[in-house]
């Protein structure tokens, strides 16, 4: 015999999909979002990778896939930000090892993606001071109320830099891990007395926590290795979008 007639159609509709974060009071605001985006040799292994030379396997000068997911990481939180703030935001971008360039000031997120994908890494050692300090520059062209510094990066700092300091910290130095960690402690807290938010983001184990929870004043992510970045994206947004307690029910 012919089976039953099929059951009735299920009584309610199917749930919506899922937003990419959670809905908060300020989202659609203005933001400003400045990338200080890690470029130190030990981005690529270190050694014979340092500058990018015998181990390049990423076409366009992106050297090794660890700088490549920063980059691509980097690229997603733009365009996360950018849709969710409903194309409300602007970027800008500073590259840094042994010292830090400014790529790009404050522009569109269209513009800022062409400079992550097309900047070549560098290999160095990790002047975190500078980074920030070059990041704050870029925020200070700003006009929103929410400003965001973004600094990714593996390792702690080990240099830094007597023209942005003075003598008082001890600089110019290399390779000296305290001097370059206390100027680095020293512009994050610069930044945030600006009313900038910094939101450290650290990959791997050489990094201390006890560094990113200075510079983002106890907000700021790991994760063990660069292709795991995309596990902490809808994080990242929601803070960069809604920030610390501005989240509400939906």
Same mark, same amino acid.
């Given at each position: 015999?012919? @089976?039953?007639?099929?059951?009735?159609?299920? =009584?309610?509709?199917?749930?919506?999909?899922? @937003?990419?974060?959670?809905?908060?009071?300020?989202?659609?605001?203005?933001?400003?979002?400045?990338?200080?985006?890690? #470029?130190?040799?030990?981005?690529?292994?270190?050694?014979?990778?340092?500058?990018?030379?015998?181990?390049?396997?990423?076409?366009?000068?992106?050297?090794?896939?660890?700088?490549?997911?920063?980059?691509?990481?980097?690229?997603?939180?733009?365009?996360?930000?950018?849709?969710?703030?409903?194309? !409300?935001?602007?970027?800008?971008?500073?590259?840094?090892? $042994?010292?830090?360039?400014?790529?790009?000031?404050?522009?569109?997120?269209?513009?800022?993606?062409?400079?992550?994908?097309?900047?070549?890494?560098?290999?160095?050692?990790?002047?975190?001071? #500078?980074?920030?300090?070059?990041?704050?520059?870029?925020?200070?062209?700003?006009?929103?109320?929410?400003?965001?510094?973004?600094?990714?990066?593996?390792?702690?700092?080990?240099?830094?830099?007597?023209?942005?300091?003075?003598?008082?910290?001890?600089?110019?130095? %290399?390779?000296?891990?305290?001097?370059?960690?206390?100027?680095? !402690? !020293?512009?994050?807290?610069?930044?945030? +007395?600006?009313?900038?938010?910094?939101?450290?983001?650290?990959?791997?184990?050489?990094?201390?926590?006890? +560094?990113?929870?200075?510079?983002?004043?106890?907000?700021?992510? $790991?994760?063990?290795?660069?292709?795991?970045?995309?596990?902490?994206?809808?994080?990242?947004?929601?803070?960069?979008?809604?920030?610390? %307690? +501005?989240?509400? =029910?939906?």
């Amino acid at each position: 015999e012919p @089976s039953s007639e099929p059951s009735s159609e299920p =009584s309610s509709e199917p749930s919506s999909e899922p @937003s990419f974060v959670p809905t908060c009071v300020n989202q659609n605001e203005p933001v400003d979002v400045c990338f200080a985006v890690d #470029q130190s040799g030990s981005i690529c292994g270190g050694g014979p990778c340092t500058n990018c030379g015998s181990c390049r396997d990423i076409e366009g000068g992106l050297c090794c896939q660890n700088y490549q997911d920063a980059i691509t990481f980097s690229e997603a939180v733009v365009s996360g930000v950018n849709n969710i703030t409903d194309m !409300n935001g602007s970027y800008g971008f500073v590259r840094f090892a $042994t010292s830090a360039t400014e790529i790009t000031g404050l522009t569109s997120a269209m513009i800022v993606t062409e400079f992550l994908t097309n900047t070549s890494f560098s290999g160095g050692q990790t002047n975190t001071e #500078q980074a920030i300090r070059f990041c704050t520059n870029v925020l200070d062209e700003g006009t929103a109320a929410k400003r965001i510094l973004v600094l990714l990066t593996d390792g702690n700092p080990n240099v830094c830099s007597s023209d942005t300091i003075g003598s008082v910290m001890g600089c110019p130095c %290399n390779g000296c891990v305290n001097p370059s960690t206390t100027a680095a !402690n !020293n512009a994050a807290a610069a930044a945030r +007395n600006k009313n900038y938010t910094v939101l450290p983001v650290g990959v791997g184990t050489s990094i201390s926590d006890s +560094n990113l929870n200075n510079w983002g004043n106890g907000t700021f992510l $790991t994760v063990d290795d660069f292709d795991e970045l995309d596990s902490i994206l809808d994080d990242l947004i929601d803070e960069v979008v809604c920030g610390e %307690n +501005n989240l509400v =029910s939906v």
